[in-house]
């Protein structure tokens, strides 16, 4: 029998692993010598936002020189792109010898019955070790799911806790009202930090956020110059900004990071307004409003809860296109589906559905029952490769190809368009 590689065991350990709580983890840093005890973070949680708004913030310390640890979720298409220093991701064998590491204490522990390391508490614990050896000067920590009982809230109170935008999602897990979610996702506030949260939240979510930190910064909204599929050009704080991510919600993440590096200075992080702009302007997020491709356009967008679907569909509206679009769309059985699809309101000419390569994908027939009131022109495609062939091949050169509604979705047609590029062709 063949072995599995580090990553297949690592997903072999499923995504939840018992009673929520951080005595796993717990137990499992103490280990390893508590790595994350030496390293400095700004953690960052929310339903949306979180990842772009890490991406962001760890672009722009790079630049001011700081060397800079990033751990995000989940991955397009490698494992790899989840735990960064300045932009380059983990080798392989430093992956590998920290596997080994980490499963070997995983393996000495004494846990609960019916408990055990789970893959995310696994990866958070591999990061934690490799941006030590890395020296990183200050890790962007992305919380995976929650705030209070995830993996990565084991850390002492960090430089800045941010929370972005709050939402319903993960219902099962972290409530079924925002007032709930945002008081879970608060468990990353801690006395002695920066509390900091995205403008634009609703009132309930400032209050539940306030009752756990009475000293909250929301960020001030900005001023939005222009908007297109090159970037946003904005005014914040009296200030001009460009940055290079499509989508008005990116202007509010934006905001955030200023704000943060804002009230990192005043802590003595010397971050220059030349390192800001650059750092602003150079992140980049795959499947995030990623564009891909021109003549015709092909957009990639992991949105896939209402609040994502909603601010995907007021950016595409924004972008004033002149010709048609085509929507290739597939989606996670466990979102919130009805509620997502609701929130699509451009004019699309044709909908191509597809299931995902994932065992939680829906049904392409149910999904595209969903799609048909919304686009009369519906059909249903084998796979992402089908649907991308087929759009393609409808699509006139002002046109734009959307594709989106996972994450899931996104990295396989991120793969399918980087091989199409290399004048391969492959299917999923």
């Not at 050896?133 to 806790?161: F, H, K, M, R, W």
């Not at 202007?251 to 009230?263: H, I, K, P, R, W």
């Amino acid at each position: 029998m063949n072995q599995l590689s580090p990553v297949e065991s690592i997903h072999a350990l499923g995504r939840f692993s018992g009673k929520p709580g951080l005595h796993r983890i717990r137990a499992l840093c103490d280990a390893l010598g508590n790595p994350q005890d030496r390293l400095k973070f700004i953690h960052i949680a929310g339903t949306n936002g979180k990842g772009s708004t890490a991406t962001m913030l760890a672009s722009v310390l790079q630049h001011a020189g700081y060397r800079t640890g990033l751990y995000t979720s989940p991955y397009l298409v490698t494992f790899h792109e989840r735990i960064r220093v300045n932009g380059t991701m983990i080798s392989d064998s430093d992956l590998s010898r920290l596997f080994e590491q980490v499963q070997a204490a995983a393996n000495a522990l004494t846990l609960p019955e019916n408990e055990h390391i789970g893959e995310f508490e696994f990866v958070t614990a591999i990061a934690f070790l490799y941006f030590l050896e890395q020296n990183c000067d200050i890790v962007v920590l992305e919380t995976g799911l929650g705030g209070s009982y995830d993996a990565t809230n084991i850390i002492a109170p960090p430089e800045a806790a941010i929370i972005t935008s709050i939402s319903l999602d993960h219902t099962a897990v972290l409530g079924n009202t925002v007032e709930e979610i945002a008081r879970t996702k608060a468990g990353i506030y801690k006395p002695g930090s920066i509390h900091i949260t995205s403008n634009g939240q609703a009132d309930a979510v400032y209050e539940q956020l306030k009752a756990c930190a009475p000293d909250l910064i929301i960020a001030p909204d900005a001023e939005i110059i222009s908007a297109d599929l090159s970037g946003s050009k904005f005014i914040w704080q009296g200030r001009t900004y460009q940055i290079s991510l499509p989508g008005l919600y990116q202007v509010s993440n934006a905001s955030t990071v200023l704000t943060t590096l804002q009230q990192l200075k005043t802590r003595g992080w010397h971050i220059s307004d030349q390192a800001i702009s650059d750092g602003l302007f150079s992140a980049y997020i795959p499947g995030r409003m990623q564009v891909c491709a021109t003549n015709p356009y092909i957009l990639l967008d992991g949105g896939h809860n209402p609040d994502g679907i909603r601010k995907l569909s007021s950016s595409v509206k924004s972008f004033n296109i002149t010709g048609s679009i085509h929507l290739v769309i597939g989606m996670c059985k466990d979102k919130s589906i009805h509620d997502a699809v609701k929130e699509i309101n451009f004019p699309a000419q044709k909908c191509y559905v597809t299931p995902l390569q994932n065992e939680r994908t829906m049904d392409a027939n149910e999904l595209a029952a969903l799609m048909h009131p919304i686009c009369k022109d519906t059909v249903i495609c084998q796979d992402c490769a089908e649907a991308i062939t087929q759009a393609k091949a409808q699509a006139a050169p002002d046109d734009l190809i959307l594709i989106c509604g996972s994450l899931y979705l996104v990295g396989e047609a991120e793969e399918i368009l980087r091989a199409d590029r290399k004048g391969q062709n492959i299917s999923l």
